[in-house]
């Protein structure tokens, strides 16, 4: 019987003339097509034959025998084909039927193997491949036990996979993958088992590894880190199958949010446990990640599904999901619903069936059924996408466009992935303001107002006036920050500009908003305390300052612009917490040599009495360490140009991200409206010296205090010494002196007239300054910080709460396009701001909703923390869908919640977690990050909910398993209980990951 020779024994040939004739025939038609077989045949025994079947004599001494290709071999214990053998000179080449006709006819030498070769296709020619591809196969568990094997260029990484299955006896159910090593040992991942031997680059003498997947999800040569107990081993612990946390590695909540939901997602998990995405790996989509993104993705939910981790460091899938999306590089915050989205797009593109995607032209309406051009929508889009994403989560809307011009309307049915609904935006907001009277004896006030949320300033006013009495037009509003006025409002300014953190401040003036040549004018005052030495240091031989308490906002006749005046006018404005200046207790004169020494700092304010009513509490404040940031900004821009804080028309561009950072949060009760003392000191220079101005740790806007209306100011020079020892006569004691100054309060400005008055413009910055040490015997610090809050400050701020299901109504609502996103009208033949409105037409299995808190407009930016009242079980759509014309097999469209995810915090900062159900248990858990805990169904509901996952009641199976008996606020997986580890694989294995 011939080995491999395809039969078990020769059958009677036909007549020589016969077998000559179909030979030469078959040789002669016979193409070379790349994945034929040819055989190699000797050449002398081939020469026999023909001599023997020339002859015509069957019985003729030329009978060639057995077929022989013994002179091929280097010897016939490994059958080995001879180095360097010629075509025509040692062999010849048959076409596979011809070989087996003369092996049906004359049968093979016993043991000897056929010598089948392949038809390969190279780069410039088609050509039978005489030397196959000789490799060395072994395990991973093992690599010292290798056997060797011979493969066409032609064949499939898969046959490799085969051949090694079945020389180690792997079972076709156990997961594996292959590597190719070579001489120096780096290793490459063969990813792709239908790519050919010739297109992997495989070559002689390589090592081809199998390995295959851990119990617990893992590979053996890139075992992904474990979150674990150091004192246990890792296969001690038995958990439930995805009741497994995800460690967070630096502000990757937003993904270990998106995969708890898509893990706890039946259908897809199954189909990833299944292994069913082996087969349909796309490795040839110029859309797709060459199924890495896929194959990352499995390695997650495999290791979670396992049963057998505590939590799982996601570190592969992270560097996977960078690589491919460079928007999720690094470890900044995201946005889980675009890291839901991309992973969404990239396993459908990594895992659809369609190899080749064809051009579709799609087609309007014309007045067709719904029902003809929707079934063409969904049809068409198979046609280049069929995935198991298509399969669970992609349904159908109709999009209908109608043009205001000529009216003509477009219908188009498109395929949606997830909704994404708007929520009801309340068109009032609260703002919480400080309101400061004009009479000197009343403590700022705190108020709660409900006003427009698209309102201006003037709408502020008048809601204060319904609880104050004061006309509108007697109020000025300005955002006060680290003691100086970050921002005057004008009335007709945006309420947009303010933010919720802001510190919003009212204050009473004797008349309406000042304009230039006013009978008055508005005076924002700032409080300063000197230093007890010059910094001689800077350059300059005057006093550093730094700001404190609150800032003050006054209208004065213009005809008190002295320095009597506006003393005496300041002393009554401070009478509540500055006691009169008292000759008995006059600081004693210093020497001039003192003035240079440095003084030990001394505790500010003066003792005060412990009955204070409880209305009274210390003021709202900023944080310390805002101040001291502000410091170093301040010292760093010093000498820019300054920035006028009261300009008309000014917007808050890109603010935001700058002020969220550099400002303290909104106040609070026990807190002051503004820090006692500001610990930015800077140099009082005089005159002009100090024409730049630093920012007050806000961005400055407006124009330089020295041009336009502040171009006005003149001061009378201050004949009195200012500090210590100036002079060796004894001046006029005062508790402060006056000093023009700007925006920040930080230069002073202006020279004076002969007879001590001030010219001012319609807003002029004017420092008190005061003396350390009459600041410590006269100013009462902490009954300046004292405020009363109104009783709309007790009445809770009620949430609102919608019904998804108002929601959903919205998204199907008609709308405007906006102007950068116009409709084009084949009728007009021009873009049109044409009316568009969606509606659902077919829904998938899993239907995700987005809940669009983020709101982000061309003015202002905002968190909706709306509450949404979703339902768990039997969410209904058949009112959303729109009625089939014609009879259809719809499916039902009812839904029952399986996850959500959630997001706690602002725009700037936040933390995300999600609930999910158990596929196998029927038990509701709650994710953050490596913590999971049990989860009540009446917790879930909450303002941070943000991505909802439904899966149709219809596909979702009942519990394998009895659900768990859940233990009070007790962490599930048990790991914040114990000292974790952080374990690293490849320090205790060889790694063969490259890419």
């Known amino acids: 019987m011939a080995a491999n020779g395809g039969t078990e024994s020769a059958t009677e040939p036909p007549g020589l003339e016969t077998q000559r004739r179909e030979i030469e025939n078959l040789n002669r038609n016979q193409q070379l097509r790349a994945g034929d077989s040819w ?41 080995h084909l001879k180095e360097r053998l010629a075509e025509n000179e040692d062999f010849v080449l048959l076409p596979a039927e011809a070989w087996h006709k003369l092996l049906s006819w004359y049968d093979m030498m ?57 020389q180690f006896m792997v079972s076709e159910s156990s997961e594996c993958r292959l590597w190719m090593r070579n001489t120096d040992t780096s290793s490459e991942r063969l990813r792709n088992l239908n790519m050919t031997v010739l297109d992997a680059c495989l070559s002689c003498g390589m090592t081809v590894i199998m390995e295959t997947r851990n119990a617990d999800g893992t590979w053996p040569t890139s075992r992904p880190q474990i979150m674990r107990n150091s004192a246990e081993d890792q296969d001690s612990y038995r958990g439930s199958p995805g009741v497994c946390g995800l460690t967070n590695l630096g502000n990757t909540c937003f993904m270990n949010s998106a995969l708890q939901c898509l893990s706890n997602t039946p259908p897809l998990t199954e189909y990833f446990l299944k292994n069913l995405y082996l087969d349909e790996l796309n490795f040839s989509n110029p859309l797709g990640m060459k199924g890495e993104i896929a194959e990352a993705y499995a390695d997650v939910v495999k290791q979670m599904w396992s049963g057998r981790h505590f939590s799982v460091v996601p570190r592969v899938f992270k560097t996977k999901v960078g690589h491919f999306a460079s928007q999720f590089l690094g470890y900044q915050q995201h946005d889980s619903q675009e890291l839901l989205s991309f992973l969404l797009d990239g396993l459908h593109e990594d895992l659809n069936r369609v190899k080749t995607k064809e051009y579709i032209e799609l087609r309007d309406a014309d007045g067709r059924p719904d029902q003809e051009v929707a079934e063409e929508a969904w049809r068409n889009h198979l046609r280049r996408n069929d995935s198991v994403i298509v399969d669970t989560f992609h349904g159908l809307f109709k999009s209908t466009l109608v043009c205001p011009e000529c009216h003509k309307v477009s219908v188009t049915f498109d395929p949606f992935c997830y909704l ?38 003037f709408d502020l006013c008048a809601a204060l006036t319904q609880a104050t009495d004061i006309p509108p037009n007697q109020m000025a509003v300005a955002d006060v920050f680290n003691h100086r006025f970050y921002r005057i409002f004008r009335p007709d300014e945006s309420l947009s500009c303010i933010l919720d953190r802001d510190d919003i401040f009212v204050y009473e003036l004797n008349s309406g908003f000042l304009d230039q040549g006013s009978e008055e004018a508005l005076l924002a005052v700032y409080m300063r305390e000197r230093s007890h030495y010059r910094d001689y240091g800077s350059g300059s031989n005057s006093y550093g300052t730094s700001l404190f308490g609150h800032p003050l906002l006054m209208s004065i006749p213009r005809t008190r612009c002295t320095r009597d005046d506006l003393y005496e006018l300041f002393s009554e404005r401070l009478a509540r917490y500055v006691r009169p200046f008292d000759p008995s207790e006059e600081v004693e004169e210093e020497d001039e040599d003192e003035e240079d020494e440095l003084y030990t700092a001394q505790t500010n304010g003066v003792s005060d009495d412990e009955g204070e009513e409880d209305l009274e509490v210390a003021g709202p404040s900023k944080k310390e360490e805002e101040k001291q940031e502000t410091a170093q900004t301040e010292e760093h821009n010093s000498g820019q140009s300054e920035a006028s804080l009261n300009s008309k028309g000014e917007e808050r561009a890109d603010e935001e ?61 201050d004949t009195r010494p200012v500090g210590r020892g100036r002079s060796t006569e004894k001046p006029k004691k005062a508790l402060f002196t006056i000093q023009m100054v700007n925006s920040n309060g ?38 300046a910080e004292k405020y009363i809050k109104h009783p709309s400050m007790d009445i809770p701020h009620q949430q609102t709460i919608v019904q998804l299901q108002e929601c959903i109504e919205l998204f199907t609502t008609v709308e405007t396009l906006e102007e950068e996103n116009p409709w084009y009208c084949p009728m007009c033949k021009k873009h049109q701001l044409a009316t568009k409105k969606l509606d659902l037409w077919s829904l998938p299995e899993v239907l995700i909703i987005h809940l669009k808190r983020f709101s982000y407009t061309k003015y202002s930016r905002e968190k909706l923390d709306t509450v949404v009242d979703f339902p768990l079980l039997g969410l209904n759509f058949s009112d959303f869908l729109l009625k089939k014309t014609v009879n259809s097999d719809d499916p039902p469209c009812t839904y029952d919640l399986i996850s959500v995810s959630n997001h706690y915090g602002g725009l700037r900062d936040g933390h995300y977690t999600s609930y999910a159900r158990n596929k196998d248990n029927g038990q509701w858990y709650y994710f953050d990050d490596s913590k999971v805990t049990y989860a009540r169904e009446e917790q879930i509901m909450t303002n941070a909910a943000y991505l909802l996952f439904y899966q149709r009641q219809d596909k979702i199976r009942q519990p394998s398993v009895p659900p768990p008996v859940p233990a009070t606020d007790q962490p599930v997986n048990h790991i914040t209980a114990q000292t974790t580890d952080e374990v690293d694989a490849n320090s205790s294995c060889v790694s063969m990951e490259t890419d």
């Open 39 to 79: 055989y190699l045949l000797d050449k002398r025994w081939y020469g026999q034959w023909k001599e023997y079947v020339d002859t015509g004599d069957q019985n003729s001494s030329s009978y060639p025998g057995k077929i022989d290709n013994a002179e091929l071999f280097e010897d016939l214990d490994s059958y």
């Open 110 to 166: 016993d043991d000897q193997p056929a010598l089948e070769r392949k038809v390969i296709d190279l780069p410039s020619t088609v050509k039978v491949e005489i030397y196959p591809v000789e490799v060395h196969l072994c395990l991973f568990s093992n690599l010292e036990n290798t056997v060797t094997a011979q493969f066409s260029r032609a064949d499939k990484i898969h046959t490799i996979q085969q051949q090694i299955r079945q």
């Open 420 to 457: 994404s609904v708007p929520l009801p935006v309340s068109k009032d907001r609260v703002l919480e303001v400080f309101y400061v009277s004009l009479d000197p004896g009343a403590k700022p006030t705190q108020y709660r107002l409900i006003v427009p949320k698209a309102g201006r300033i």
């Open 657 to 717: 991200s700058s002020i969220e950072q550099d400002r303290g949060s909104s106040t609070e009760e026990g807190q002051s409206a503004c820090s006692s003392t500001d610990t930015n000191s800077q140099d009082a220079t005089d005159g002009d010296q100090g024409a730049g101005a630093e920012p007050s740790g806000k961005e400055e806007e407006g124009v330089e205090d020295g041009e336009g209306a502040a171009a006005h100011i003149f001061v009378k020079p």
């Open 746 to 783: 930080t230069t002073e400005r202006g020279t004076g007239d002969v007879d001590g008055s001030f010219s001012f413009s319609s807003l002029t910055y004017i420092a008190i300054d005061w003396d350390p040490d009459m600041k410590k015997k006269y100013y009462n610090e902490n009954e």
